[in-house]
């Protein structure tokens, strides 16, 4: 176990060190001149290049990665060059909003996406199973931003039952919790039908498995078979995908804090891309990448929990 761990360490860390010399290179793939981009091209020439020194953009390319990923090593990723605030103050108070909106969305589609898809398995061919798959390929088509704003149609602008637009008045938890309720269920219903169909399919195999029909010969009751042996190896898949989930759900957060005006990762990346801001950029999609890095390497790991079958740390053959 422990050879495994500090493998899938040495692959993480990899992975992390390769994405911040892309984005510490992005720079100069980006046609023209960021600093003159930054100020617009009636800025005059010594604002310029003071914005390009501020950038380290007057020095030699691999001095730029050397930099950026020495400043990273060491916690910092940066400085604003609009407002020269440290970047890391400005993530770490978009961030919490960014982890809270996507765990919370996660949470209610495993809540609701499993049950359902263990019901649709336990009633096969069912006209529940059948309502329940074609909501589930509906939620899992129907793009996020089109469900965040059918939302704030109804929700918002003609029930007004639901804040549009904002986290809640700061320190007021409950106010926190209706702003989030929105932007959450917009941003889980695609994994609601989607975790509903996975846990299906995979349930569905598992009891057809020749043990499970054993179980049932013995007589065993469906309802301890379906809960006690069959659901924990349906799970495996359904882990493994969890963590890609997250990920995604961390890339999701981005349209809809934009569209539900939200103080994120996604709206401080969004109105860092309007502003040209290429530091804040680089530093909140850096931060997103180590999230959703992190996120599938804990699914790994639990993978390997849940099905002792993987040899841990020793090569397919």
Known sequence: MRAY?????????????????????LVQIVPGDPAKTLLGFRAKPKYVERVRSAMD??????VQVRNFLWKVLHGDLGTDVFTNRSINDLVGRALPHTLILAWTSMTLAVLIGIPLGVHSAAHPDSWADRITAIFSISFITTPTFVVALFLLLIFAVQLKILPAIGAGKEGDVVDYIRHLILPSIALALSWVGYLARLIR???????????????MA??????????????????????AILGIGLGSLMGGAVFIEVIFSR??????????????????VRAGVLVVAFLFVVANLLADLAYTYLDPRIQLGKGQR
């Open 218 to 239: 013995a007589g065993l009751s469906r309802r301890l078979i379906l809960y006690k042996y069959a659901l924990k190896n349906a799970f495996i898949p359904t882990v």
């Open 201 to 215: 399919t995979s349930l569905l195999e598992v009891l057809n498995e020749t043990y499970i029909r054993a179980a």
């Open 5 to 25: 761990l500090l493998k899938r360490a040495a692959m993480t860390v990899l992975v992390m060190v390769l994405v911040t010399v892309f984005l510490s290179l």
């Open 57 to 62: 953009l007057d020095k030699p390319v691999w």
């Open 263 to 280: 103080p994120g990762m996604g709206t401080l990346i969004y109105d860092a891309v309007m502003q040209r801001n290429y530091p804040i």
